[in-house]
């Protein structure tokens, strides 16, 4: 009779909570919940936004419960450090697509840059770039211009409500810009590249780009692939999270705090008495543990999402 051969223990799934990397450039943000899910050791991981392959910087994750908190994060505002090359019009409004036309843009004038930036910041109607994520008849436009289609985006609101010169460089009959931009989501900064390009009559596109902020979120919370591989590789087996669920939601929304037979009411998805205030609010119990996020509706704190499973 043979021995029955011992089964392998597999380790138990991390703690929800969310991971902020630093995305490294070329990298897609599939790529890194790719990368994520074997560090951490688990399959539900997701992320809130994308970025562009040419890219850095903040990319926030949700592991584990704390995925379902990523559709409500309050990440409605995000923060870029970008190069803007004038000159040259792209493809793509970026440097990984084709040069379509040129121009001098070496005598351009301080004063005259300054007009077309302030011109595109406040609240603009945005045509997004034409390879971008966003979906035309049920496809990415990306697809469809990549696949030799001609797409038209139509404009959408946006908010940019910083966009700053840091510095400025003349080379050959180029100038590129860098530049800080705070803006909404949804706000293309390869878009307001070319428009300023357009603006000025020279062409522009973007060369670097660098999200240093989303929502309450940013660098500082962030590590980079190879120190979560480092982490992975020490003695714990795995990366550990920047936050657990308790700090991320504390972070991202005001917290109010409830007595054991409130907790257990919304942790069976009941309302509670008003909040006051406006948004979503996170109510934690008397374990200093998140129960949920409620929003005031009719009178009465009505569950957005319950996060401690009843009882």
């Known amino acids: ?5 011992p089964q392998r223990r597999s380790n138990p799934p991390p703690p929800p909570g969310l991971l902020v990397v630093d995305k490294p450039g070329g990298w897609t943000s599939h790529d890194v919940v790719g990368k994520a899910r074997r560090l951490v050791g688990t399959r ?65 004038a301080d004063d005259a840059v300054d007009t077309e930036v302030a011109a595109l910041t406040g609240d603009l109607s945005q045509v997004p770039s034409t390879v971008s994520a966003i979906k035309v008849d049920g496809r990415r436009a990306y697809e469809r211009v990549r696949a030799g289609e001609e797409v ?44 300023l390009g357009a603006g000025l009559g020279v062409g522009g596109h973007l060369t670097a780009l660098r999200r240093t902020r989303v929502g309450p979120f940013t660098l500082a919370h962030a590590r980079t692939v190879d120190e979560l591989v480092a982490e992975a590789d020490g003695e714990a087996g795995r990366a550990g999270l920047s936050l657990d669920l308790d700090a991320a939601t504390g972070t991202a929304f005001p917290r109010r705090d409830v007595d054991a037979a409130q907790a ?48």
């Open 152 to 195: 038209t985006l139509p404009a959408r609101p946006v908010h940019v409500g910083r966009f700053d010169v840091l510095a400025r460089r003349r080379e050959g009959e180029g100038l590129e810009l860098d530049v800080l931009v705070d803006c909404s989501s949804g706000t293309y900064v390869r878009a307001l590249a070319r428009d």
């Open 44 to 108: 539900k991981v997701g992320h809130a936004g994308t970025l562009d392959p040419m890219a850095t910087g903040v990319l926030v994750l949700g592991v584990e419960r704390a995925t379902k908190l990523l559709g409500h994060l309050a990440l409605d505002t995000k923060t870029y450090l970008a190069t803007i090359r004038l000159g040259a019009a792209t493809t793509t409004d970026d440097a990984e697509g084709e040069v379509v036309s040129t121009a001098d843009a070496s005598a351009i």
């Open 264 to 311: 257990a009411d919304l942790a069976h998805g009941r309302p509670l008495p008003p909040s006051g205030g406006p948004g979503t609010t996170a109510v934690f119990g008397p374990d200093g543990h998140v129960v949920g996020l409620v929003a005031d509706t009719e009178g009465r704190a009505r569950p957005v999402l319950v996060l401690a499973p009843a009882g």
């Open 1 to 5: 009779m043979n021995a029955r051969a």
